[in-house]
């Protein structure tokens, strides 16, 4: 039998207006009474009704995400960070994969305003912005969260991609490595764009070039970046280093490397983006450009939540370079000083590509 708002209110020893202050986030009920009552809520099963709420005009607590792939591993880890986020403040979350298709996007927006979703999350590439006007102009509040709209009234979140790139080309230069190659996702997508153009600044920095010859746009999938990456180890004149625009594409790198007997890093140094769990697990040990994927997961709720109605913000979080076992100078020794420490697990510092501090540690 469907439990009912009587039900949570006798198991709660609450008044059914109490249960229903939880439901509709009114009411002076402090936070530990408040998460209890939610936690009975979802002992019993009971599930206000949505549609209802929606047709009241009454806030539906519930939020909308939009990804390219909920297989990237990153992606997936980034909802999951949201999705707990939203839970623990009372809201559900309805998310869907676009694979960076228009007519996907469009479908999915317009389910959610369907559902009277009281905000959206957008983590996918839009090159039509014109496609968020009936959310802006419904009064929904929307969090860009890695590409940005600056004529919209909604709030971004973004990392420092190219201070992100910069950190994993001078830690190759300090290794020594003079020749380098680039994976990144279409050039379309911003985050793709400012790593390269982060990697490519620091590149130059040290005294070295980066041809355009050897910066490879592939898809997104491991197959497609194992392909391209061939490509680019098979040369006469290859790169003795890649850094790869994302951990999937990393893989990809790795994949290639060990199918025609170089080895990682001894070889060929790897870098990848992201810090998924790919990035631990990989064989070996992905040294990777950090996202702090749980802080972002929180930032753009609370953006949703407590500041839906405010005026636009743009929060830039800064990425930490993780050095593990695929970087090393070439021909496979660490210079000393700079060996990845389990015990310490901290390296050097350095200045982002605006000059603000990026962290890198060592795992």
């Known amino acids: 039998m469907k439990a009912t708002i009587y039900d949570v209110a006798r198991e709660a020893g609450v008044s059914i207006a109490t249960v229903s202050q939880v439901i509709n986030g009114k ?22 009704s949505v549609i209802a709420a929606a047709l009241t005009g009454k806030k539906t607590y519930t939020l909308g995400l939009l990804v390219p792939d909920i297989a990237n591993p990153f992606f997936a880890e980034f909802a999951r960070a949201v999705e707990d986020e ?28 369907q559902k009277k979703v009281d905000g959206v999350i957008i983590g996918t590439g839009i090159e039509n912005d014109k496609l968020l006007n009936p959310l802006v102009q419904q009064g929904v509040p929307v969090v860009l969260f890695a590409r940005e709209a600056p004529d919209l ?5 973004v990392v420092d991609d190219a201070g992100g790139g910069a950190l994993a080309a001078r830690h190759l230069a300090e290794l020594g490595h003079r020749r380098f190659g680039v994976l990144a996702e279409s050039p379309k997508i911003s985050s793709s764009r400012e790593r390269i153009r982060g990697f490519r600044a620091a590149v130059e920095e040290a005294g070295c070039e980066l041809p355009d010859k050897f910066v490879a746009h592939c898809g997104p999938s491991v197959s497609d970046s194992k392909r391209y990456a061939l490509d680019l180890l098979l040369r006469s004149d290859r790169p003795t280093a890649l850094f790869c625009c994302n951990d999937l594409l990393a893989i990809g790198a790795l994949q290639a490397a060990r199918e025609i007997g170089l080895r990682v890093p001894q070889d060929i140094s790897v870098v990848g983006f992201d810090d998924t769990i790919l990035a631990s697990v990989s064989d070996p040990p992905l040294t990777t450009v950090a996202q702090p994927i749980e802080t972002i997961g ?9 500041h839906g109605d405010s005026e636009k913000r743009r929060i830039v979080l800064q990425p930490e370079l993780k050095i593990r076992h695929s970087t090393s100078s070439p021909g496979g020794r660490r210079p000393s000083g700079r060996r990845p420490s389990p015990t310490t697990g901290r390296e050097n510092s350095g200045p982002s590509a605006d000059g603000r501090t990026l962290r890198q540690t060592a795992d």
């Open 27 to 48: 009411g002076k009920i402090s936070e530990e009474r408040r998460r209890e009552i939610l936690k009975i809520m979802e002992k019993l099963n009971y599930q206000p």
């Open 86 to 113: 939203g839970h623990r403040v009372g809201y559900n979350l309805i998310f869907c994969s676009t694979d960076n298709r228009e007519d996907r996007v469009e479908r999915y927006l317009t389910l959610f305003r």
């Open 153 to 157: 009234p909604v709030h971004t979140v």
């Open 298 to 306: 929180k930032i753009v709720i609370d953006l949703l939540v407590n």
